[in-house]
């Protein structure tokens, strides 16, 4: 089943641009993640935020957690041609498992 | 180098055939996972292993079997069971079966083919 729901399905920036993308759940957490993916290729990890912790960051990337929304957000600052790729938002599940949305489509352009 | 290898990168299958898609993990990782990923979708989990020996069906298993005899290897078998295969797969792991975190680490995924 799928949680997470991330927003826009997709997005396109300027180089040098912010970009933010959204993502919402349904049930509780411990803590929710987020990947990117490159075009046809594996999943990367980008972040981590714990279910206690509303802001995180990491280089470029911007982490927000509201769990009283159920929402989380993911800024890009300052947007490279290099960061063009889906972002995935995943969500805990029991026995270890993630609930994965759909992604959003993010293309830069130079 | 550590990581995560898949094999093939590309396959295609005849109908009625079954195929074999393999994930050989370095990491020293105790759980290991499959996915199937359709266009424009999401991950959806087709079966996961927290330790050697065992494995547990995911949301979609239908058509599909698996086997976690060692540590390093987790295959995947496609049935001709599973009526629509064509996707790409991936293959991740993740460090421990408790204490270990949550996040995967993933290979770079087989794209099946039915022809």
């Known amino acids: 089943s799928q949680q997470g729901e991330e927003d826009p399905q997709a997005l396109s920036i300027q180089e040098g641009e912010n970009a933010t993308m959204n993502c919402s759940y349904k049930?509780?957490?411990?803590?929710l993640q987020w990947y990117r993916q490159n075009s046809g290729r594996g999943l990367v990890h980008l972040i981590l935020?714990?279910?206690n912790e509303r802001e995180k960051h990491s280089g470029r990337l911007r982490v927000t957690l509201d769990t009283s929304k159920k929402s989380s957000s993911l800024l890009i600052t300052a947007s490279r041609a290099a960061d063009t790729a889906s972002y995935f938002c995943?969500?805990?599940?029991?026995?270890?498992?993630?609930?994965w949305g759909a992604g959003t489509k993010l293309i830069i352009k130079p | 180098d550590g990581g995560i290898t898949q094999s093939p990168k590309y396959l295609f299958r005849k109908e009625g055939q079954n195929v074999t898609l393999s994930c050989e993990q370095n990491?020293?990782?105790?759980?290991m996972y499959w996915y199937r990923q359709d266009p424009g979708q999401g991950l959806r989990l087709i079966y996961y292993?927290?330790?050697?020996?065992?494995?547990q069906k995911g949301d979609i298993a239908e058509g599909y079997s698996v086997s976690r005899e060692k540590k390093e290897s987790f295959p995947l078998t496609v049935t001709s069971a599973q009526k629509n295969p064509t996707a790409f797969y991936l293959c991740?792991?993740?460090?421990?079966?408790?204490?270990?975190?949550?996040?995967?680490?993933f290979g770079p995924g087989t794209r099946l083919t039915v022809l």
């Open positions: 991740a792991s993740r460090r421990g079966a408790s204490g270990g975190g949550d996040t995967q680490y």
């Open positions: 990491l020293n990782h105790d759980a």
């Open positions: 292993s927290q330790i050697v020996n065992d494995f």
């Open positions: 049930t509780s957490i411990n803590n």
């Open positions: 935020i714990r279910s």
């Open positions: 995943a969500t805990d599940r029991s026995n270890y498992q993630l609930i």
